[in-house]
């Protein structure tokens, strides 16, 4: 089944920096990668998604890229801001049709 | 307002009480999904639910139920819950039309002692 593994675990750029989180998956028959945000006690919301049939997609400060060859897309944020910081998820879509989701990344942003 | 309400936001129980866990959304979602966050581990589905009267098991079904009688509600019933599954628990629903966007409750946090 599929597997997918996030990095880093924690990561910590400076205030207007760029933040960049990486996910691996496993299986290559997977054509739906979202990437969700967990701010605290809240549950998470979906901020941006690619499909097979595109290498990268962005909207305003945000982005990701897609590697079908290698199996892992990365999600992209330029110009952090405080309230970027968060939890975010990166997931594939398995054969069922179910999101199967990567470990997670907090992200903090240092003033 | 568009949501999917979960209750309670937080519960405290003993190894062994029977619990109920209730998801009801407001957007005539087809699809349903509980999942259990826990560190390190991100996001495991537990059961989910296409439509009335159709649920299946996700990756982590053991020692949960669902049922899915009426399309707005999914509950989550721990029939004889144990430590391990002290977890921040979420229901999500979606529909077709919204394509493939998660829309989530604001989480469960459960302690069982």
């Known amino acids: 089944g599929e597997n997918v593994e996030q990095h880093p675990s924690t990561l910590s750029v400076q205030e207007g920096d760029s933040a960049v989180i990486k996910c691996t998956y496993s299986?290559?028959?997977?054509?739906?990668f979202p990437w969700y945000k967990q701010e605290l006690g809240k549950g998470p919301q979906l901020i941006i998604d690619i499909r097979s049939n595109v290498g990268e997609k962005k909207d305003q400060r945000i982005a990701v890229t897609l590697n079908k060859t290698a199996k892992h897309f990365s999600l992209h944020i330029t110009e952090t801001q405080p309230e970027d910081s968060a939890v975010y998820f990166c997931?594939?879509?398995?054969?069922?049709?179910?999101?199967?989701w990567g470990a997670g990344t907090k992200l903090i942003i240092k003033p | 307002e568009a949501q999917v309400t979960q209750n309670p936001r937080y519960l405290i129980t003993v190894t062994g009480k029977k619990l109920t866990v209730t998801c009801s959304q407001n957007m005539n979602h087809e699809y349903m999904s509980w999942y259990r966050q826990d560190p390190g581990l991100g996001l495991r589905q537990i059961y989910y639910?296409?439509?009335?009267?159709?649920?299946d098991k996700g990756d982590v079904p053991e020692g949960y139920k669902v049922s899915r009688k009426e399309k707005r509600n999914f509950p989550l019933i721990l029939e004889s819950p144990s430590p391990n599954q002290t977890s921040l628990y979420f229901c999500?629903?979606?529909?077709?039309?919204?394509?493939?966007?998660?829309?989530f409750g604001s989480g469960t946090q459960l302690s069982v002692l």
């Open positions: 299986d290559s028959a997977s054509n739906y």
């Open positions: 639910s296409m439509n009335v009267e159709v649920t």
């Open positions: 997931a594939a879509r398995d054969s069922n049709y179910q999101l199967i």
């Open positions: 999500a629903s979606t529909t077709p039309s919204s394509n493939e966007k998660l829309f």
